[in-house]
């Protein structure tokens, strides 16, 4: 069935530049590297023989970022402005350690709000399936979650004398 | 007369060429050359003489020297071209090997250094690019599209005399030095314009560098303070924001003093400052 099978897009248009932003080093690399490849016979190229390069121990070299190990630029202190707290701490860890693993992956939606959704979500699409009479019942609570109130049934009342 | 004198030089010379081992840490002027480790065994005591035993000789051999700022390669051997303190550092990890050799000098003049991330002031916009004034011989230019997520149609919010965190991509004494505000992935990774407000001063390079060392105690006793933004340019522009315009103030004359303070007396100042 056509909603079954997935939506395959085109080279072309994986190759365009938005959507490219996500991805990383790694797989820009192989594609560039493909691309590479692709180079036909019209490519000009020098038929020169190899030159020896002589062997030169000595790099000059003009920065001092790589003499001294130099902490990133921008700094925030006492939580003057957050998100650049959080680039001190990725980009110093960056320079201690080469690869940085994430300890944890950090959840968007804690596991009490989902909780909480998930209780209203009960009421809401409960009421979608009630029948007509058993809408009314359906109430406000407190906080505002919609949950069915629980109806009491109606017994038979003796009469009195 | 001028050969003689030539080559009476150039012995003098070589007679001064010491090695860099023995250097590290003492003060070098310009016009010095230093030897590199493997060439002063070689140049030691001929073959009648001793030869020392190199237990771990496949690291030394055939490594490759850096040499950094204030030095620069003569033949062989590295000729200091600032004066300063000459400073090395081993390889870490079992890289290539050799290490780097650099001048840690002192300047207020800054000359543009490709990779270096610096603070820059737009002062003209034309056309496709920015003019920045970075505190070089010549403004650098900025393109529009050097920012993240700007596009032909998306352009970015700048205006003259905005600052501007970047790092140099073209900087030579060839050309006109270029920056962006975007790294190899095309994130901007804290750079682009810097927020409203604040104070920019000036101060020399050594004490950048010294404020941005791994181990810096003044950061970490201002950090403790109030709470406060600092950004610090290569070339020696440092930006600072706090609350009130008094701690801006108060922060501004501390970065810029403690460059001559002792720690004693740094330590005075803060602890009155806290009070």
Not at chain 1, 40 to 53: R, T
């Amino acid at each position: 069935m056509a909603a079954e099978r997935k939506t395959k897009l085109s080279k072309n248009l994986l190759r365009m530049k938005f959507m490219q932003r996500g991805l990383d080093l790694e797989t820009k690399k192989q594609l560039e590297e493909e691309e590479k490849k692709i180079i036909s016979e019209e490519h000009w190229y020098l038929d020169l023989p190899e030159l020896k390069e002589k062997e030169c121990f000595i790099i000059e070299e003009q920065s001092f970022s790589l003499c001294e190990d130099l902490l990133y630029g921008r700094m925030s202190f006492r939580g003057f402005n957050p998100e650049v707290e959080k680039l001190m701490l990725q980009m110093n860890a960056k320079n201690k350690v080469e690869e940085v693993e994430d300890e944890a992956v950090e959840l968007d939606v804690s596991d009490e709000e989902m909780a909480r959704r998930y209780e209203t979500l009960v009421g809401t699409i409960g009421k979608k399936f009630a029948k007509k009479r058993d809408r009314a019942s359906y109430e406000e609570d407190e906080n505002g979650h919609i949950k069915p109130t629980v109806k009491v049934k109606k017994m038979f009342l003796k009469p009195q004398d | 007369m001028a050969e003689a004198g030539g080559i009476t030089t150039e012995s003098v010379a070589g007679d001064r060429a010491r090695a860099a081992r023995t250097m590290l840490d003492q003060v070098v002027l310009p016009g010095e050359e230093l030897l590199l480790p493997e060439q002063e065994d070689a140049e030691g005591p001929g073959g009648a003489g001793e030869r020392p035993l190199r237990l771990n000789a496949g690291t030394r051999s055939r490594g490759r020297v850096v040499c950094g700022p204030g030095l620069r390669r003569s033949g062989d051997r590295l000729l200091v071209t600032k004066c300063g303190r000459l400073r090395h550092k081993e390889p870490g990890g079992g890289s290539s090997g050799g290490g780097v050799y650099w001048v840690d000098s002192q300047q207020k003049r800054y000359v543009p250094v490709k990779g270096d991330h610096v603070i820059g002031i737009v002062t003209a916009k034309s056309g496709d690019i920015f003019k920045v004034d970075v505190g070089g011989s010549e403004p650098a230019s900025l393109s529009y599209l050097a920012f993240e997520g700007a596009t032909k149609r998306n352009r970015p919010n700048v205006q003259v005399g905005d600052l501007i965190y970047g790092q140099f991509v073209v900087a030579n004494k060839d050309m006109e030095p270029e920056m962006v505000c975007i790294d190899s992935c095309g994130r901007a990774s804290g750079m682009g314009v810097i927020g409203q407000d604040g104070l920019l001063f000036k101060v020399t390079l050594g004490l950048i560098r010294k404020l941005l060392a791994p181990d810096c105690e003044i950061l970490q006793e201002v950090g403790k303070l109030y709470p406060l933004e600092i950004v610090f340019g290569m070339n020696g522009r440092i930006w600072v924001k706090a609350k009130t315009i008094q701690q801006t103030l108060i922060l501004a004359n501390i970065l810029e003093a403690c460059e001559h303070m002792t720690a004693d007396q740094r330590k005075q100042i803060f602890s009155r400052l806290a009070e």
